[in-house]
């Protein structure tokens, strides 16, 4: 790689003037898109939005179909390239709702510009990296006629609500989804504006858990005789994890690898700003008094249990003495590599009726496996020689997102590497009032891209 | 007693005489009070409806005055009669708001009449109860010139808020507040139409525990190393009682009194209702597959803690997966006699602190301290008696009410005894949509309050 980027580093300048060159084409694109409404949660502008990522694939000679996979479309996009390797690029349409609207300073679907930046939903997520990687594939075939590799898009409009049918879009659809690496939709700048890769997602098994007890909500008088749903689940959910953060459903943590080398040496080479997030979340410390080394592994690499969500009975202003009837809460587990969230749940309703809540119900919301690209795959690589090369700095790799996604079931499932890149900035956000990109991170975003493409086109290893 | 009621049974028979024949005009007064809304949580109606009592009062020819303790004012009144011994009633001329009003069949504040009974919120508790006792006494006053008894009414406008100002009126009006005896605001015949007798009422501490974690709600990702408020809050709940019901907190149950063979006997009399309860709540079984005994015991006799509210995160539909950053529960205690509301709350805290939950908030929204009067009082004998006459069945005599209410804090904090009858029935909805009486029980309700004031009058044994 090192000896393409010395030897041909001509193209990939050609290419990068083009970008520059028609920087105001690829804004007004990017404008148009982010005015176009496409809230998936809402069912809002998802037909006209799919519809116009499909016309503007087509605008620059990409080949598409709109796969109906159960859901809003997937958005599939192809074109040939030099080399025999497959990029794809997996972005999402869809975008979270605006709300509170009246925390905006601009109209959510403006798009408006400001101070060299453009404001608006899906702007950051994912709006401005679908046109960024759109752009790098236009400017290649303007300065070289085709990519230097082939190039597939795989753009969903189901993101922001779980992605529910993309493991049957993945299923159905193996010789288009197939490719050499992907390119995942999002990643952002740090605080010190260091480029972050992210080389995999955590799984997700979202549950709510029901308690319900009698006919209605009875007057509290009833406390010492009649079974309470709060006091039920209250003490069905105690069950599952202590004090202590250890998840107490039996066999929760048997598939959990232990750290290897690799993993440790990717960790001491992070810096993950941990005072900087302890002052902006106005917390005194983490959990446990977790030393660093505990901090990171406890992010990246451990499975978590987290309470999203409580309710049952009155909680209204004042005093209101009823015993509840029924009791809700929700909570998502975040899992790790090699955990089966089908068998999670399993040893979740398992534990439950052992602990004597056989009649706490279990619903499921989603469930998804984790998966991690790992660190010395050729697309890593050339991910991050781009970003030295684009923004001057060693990128922060993160070894996952300890958020979670369908990066494996569309990738890992079937031995793909993938990794995420992307136009945020550490104040994009995402999925928060005044979502916004700098038009500068637009401009390095499409580089990057167009960079990934021209290193990973002729990795040798492969 | 007993020869009193051989021997001058026709003053009381004239004095019903008198109440059938001018049933209408009582009629029409219950129905003028029903129809003057006086919601306390709401502050809807106050004034206009302690001037409409006032004006009840005083057309009777009760002297009265308005009393203000820093709330919603008092309604007091008294009236002179032939024994030297005073007889007080305790009502509340305030109603729970209607809501859910499109659950009602009739407008809550028409008060109409169908099929003989009387529709309307505050018609049984506690309009129907005013009346009646206004009633007894007017036909007293026309029929003997004057009552048997000295008579009280203490009519105030907070109970259904919890009386918050009720203590501080006992307080500031000892002379006024003084009685040989109360006779509380409501109570209802039940399945079998049997009249209640309620001897106390049990006291209360309600609290709101708040957890606070970070500054902002979070996303979930984040879950494996920063404090998540629900979590606290389900944590620290968990210590304060266990699954075998027991309180945990250290202390709480030192001052509940042992019982006693009286209270043993009280209980082996009563005919609960157990399986219509059940059969009504739809509930397989009452809590810990308790014996029948035991099943008494915890509702009348043992102190209890029931979490009345839980609110924390999301809990809208489907999956939001946020780290919640505060968490909210409402809890109440309902005390008996002995426990003292400031102890346990300083038991409370103390054992929060000690479990490692310091940073619980705990808020308190009221504090009432139990209280029973004893089986063998000479006001219980006198409504035992009366309600043998009247209804001509035996009286389901509860040692106390499960809830809770001011009764100490007017009564038995100042040695007097109270006892609570009324003329609601087991259909009566008192809260809820519907709220209604019959028009034999209004019928009854008066006949009973006059017995009572007829036998108390002359009771001997004071």
């Known amino acids: 790689m090192a000896s393409r980027q010395q030897n041909d580093h001509s193209v990939l300048k050609g290419v990068y003037r083009y970008l520059d060159k028609h920087f105001e084409k690829y804004i007004e694109i990017l404008r148009q898109l982010c005015q176009q409404p496409s809230v998936s949660a809402q069912g809002v502008g998802i037909a006209e939005t799919a519809t116009l990522v499909r016309n503007l694939l087509e605008s620059i000679g990409v080949t598409t179909r709109v796969i109906d996979a159960g859901g809003f479309p997937v958005v599939y996009g192809e074109t040939d390239g030099e080399s025999p390797r497959t990029l794809a690029f997996y972005n999402h349409y869809d975008v979270q709702p605006a709300d509170p609207l009246d925390q905006w300073d601009y109209e959510p679907f403006s798009a408006e510009t400001h101070g060299k930046r453009m404001f608006g939903r899906g702007v950051a997520d994912n709006k401005g990296n679908i046109v960024a990687r759109i752009a790098a594939v236009d400017a290649f075939k303007k300065v070289c006629g085709k990519p230097p590799l082939n190039i597939k898009f795989v753009i969903e409009g189901e993101e922001e609500i779980g992605s529910p049918h993309l493991d049957k879009f993945a299923e159905d659809n193996r010789r288009l989804a197939a490719a050499d690496g992907y390119i995942w939709e999002y990643a952002q700048t740090d605080f010190r504006e260091r480029p972050q890769i992210r080389l995999g997602q955590k799984g997700m098994l979202y549950v709510e858990l029901h308690s319900h007890t009698a006919s209605q909500q009875l007057h509290s008088s009833w406390g010492g005789i009649v079974p309470n749903a709060a006091w039920r689940l209250l003490w069905a959910i105690a069950k599952l994890k202590g004090e202590n953060e250890k998840i107490c459903i039996p066999g929760f943590y048997d598939r959990v ?60 202003p004042g005093q209101k003495t009823v015993l509840p009837n029924s009791a809700l809460a929700k909570l998502d587990f975040r899992l790790v590599p090699d955990q089966d969230p089908d068998e999670i749940l399993e040893l979740l309703e398992q534990h439950l009726a052992d602990c004597g809540f056989a009649d706490i119900e279990v619903k499921v919301c989603s469930r998804k496996p984790a998966g991690r690209t790992p660190p010395n795959d050729p697309l890593v690589t050339a991910a991050i020689d781009a970003a030295k090369s684009v923004y001057g700095k060693r990128p922060q790799i993160y070894p996952t997102s300890a958020g979670s996604g369908p990066m494996a079931i569309l990738c890992h499932k079937y031995g793909i ?46």
Chains 1, 2 share one sequence.
Not at 262 to 277: H, K, N, P, T
Request: glycine fraction near 8%; charged fraction near 20%; hydrophobic fraction near 40%.
């Open 257 to 316: 690898r232990p750290l290897s080398k690799q993993d440790i040496e990717m960790l001491a080479r992070l810096d993950f700003g941990e005072a900087a997030w302890k002052e902006q979340f106005e917390i005194d410390q983490y959990l446990l008094d977790f030393s660093m080394n505990e901090l990171l592994e406890a992010y990246f690499y451990r499975p978590t249990c987290t309470v999203c969500g409580l309710e049952g009975g009155y909680t209204g």
């Open 417 to 462: 590497p993938a990794v995420s890149v992307g136009l945020g900035y550490w104040g994009s956000n995402t999925h928060a009032p005044n979502e916004n990109i700098r038009l500068e991170d637009f401009s390095k975003g499409m580089r990057h891209i167009a960079a990934i493409m021209y290193l990973y086109a002729d990795i040798s290893s492969h």
